[in-house]
């Protein structure tokens, strides 16, 4: 368990049918923090793991009893946080892997503005993008993805929690525009490095030129679909360029999907459902509202 700077940062993991390399995720951040909330939303959480997580120093495990979602994962874990004290809190995904100095480095970004900085992001390592690192500048953006990501639970308690009714996808989207609209700011860096699986990856090939792309399940293209009107019709108004912007990359997520990903109809299907529930008003888990799960 941490001390001195690193002890005002707990951690929290959202943990949904963990395979058995997680452990081996969370053992690379742990001891940059002082406590870490293993959050699982596991409908039937797996015996094995829950022990070995109950049996790590500093680890707190805390089983949902179901799938309440990512955003009421990281409410959960954040209330536990400031329950124990903690000024911040890191935010991962359990397919991401934290380099040994992140914490140290995001930490580093803050100095001097901690009262107007809402959230310090690492910098997500690929293969296709080694050359930035070598770059050690905190740069201002308007969101960051929630995974590796440092909470200011001052802002936190200021802005409001993460939206629950958002239930997956876009919820780290909505935050940062949030932060920004309350004049906190989102900051990456680019000397805290974070490895983490976007989606399944997906190989394809145009005109002899192969190259990798990342695929959604139908579901996670109905969560999409939905949110993003949802934040939309939020945030407009006072971020109209990103609005746009997010328009236009989905127009061209639709063409990738027609020209190579699988299951084009099913998915196309649940966009479909996405945009009327939107229509409609409805948020929050998809099997709330209709029957089974695709």
């Excluded at 005002?8 to 390399?21: F, M």
């Excluded at 946080?81 to 000024?87: K, P």
């Excluded at 490095?193 to 997906?202: A, M, T, W, Y």
């Excluded at 236009?248 to 459902?273: A, D, H, S, T």
């Amino acid at each position: 368990m941490s001390t001195g700077a690193h002890g005002q940062v707990a951690g929290v993991v959202v943990l949904y049918n963990p395979a058995a390399g997680v452990l081996d995720n969370i053992n690379s951040y742990l001891s940059q923090i002082g406590r870490l909330f293993a959050v699982d939303n596991s409908e039937t959480p797996d015996p094995d793991v829950m022990q070995q997580l109950a049996a790590m120093p500093g680890v707190t495990y805390h089983a949902n009893g179901g799938n309440l979602g990512v955003a009421s994962a990281l409410n959960i874990g954040a209330k536990l946080a400031l329950a124990y004290g903690y000024s911040y809190l890191l935010t991962m995904d359990q397919d991401s892997q934290a380099a040994p100095d992140m914490v140290k480095n995001m930490l580093a970004c803050l100095a001097g503005q901690e009262a107007t900085t809402g959230i310090v992001a690492p910098f997500l390592v690929r293969k296709s993008n080694d050359e930035h690192l070598s770059r050690t500048s905190c740069e201002r953006v308007l969101t960051a993805m929630t995974s590796g990501s440092l909470l200011n639970l001052t802002a936190y308690r200021s802005v409001g929690p993460f939206r629950d009714d958002y239930f997956i996808d876009f919820i780290d989207n909505e935050y940062g525009l949030r932060l920004n609209m309350h004049d906190f700011s989102v900051i990456r860096t680019f000397s805290a490095r974070l490895k983490h699986n976007v989606g399944s990856p997906l190989k394809v090939s145009l005109a002899g030129v192969s190259f990798a792309l990342t695929s959604h399940p139908p579901l996670r293209k109905y969560y999409k679909t939905r949110n993003r009107l949802y934040l939309a019709q939020s945030y407009f108004h006072k971020f109209p360029g990103y609005c746009i912007k997010d328009f236009l990359r989905f127009w061209g997520e639709l063409v990738r999907l027609f020209l190579f990903e699988e299951q084009k109809w099913n998915k196309l299907n649940m966009m479909i459902k996405g945009i009327a529930d939107f229509r409609k008003g409805r948020s929050g888990r998809y099997e709330d509202f209709h029957e089974g799960n695709r």
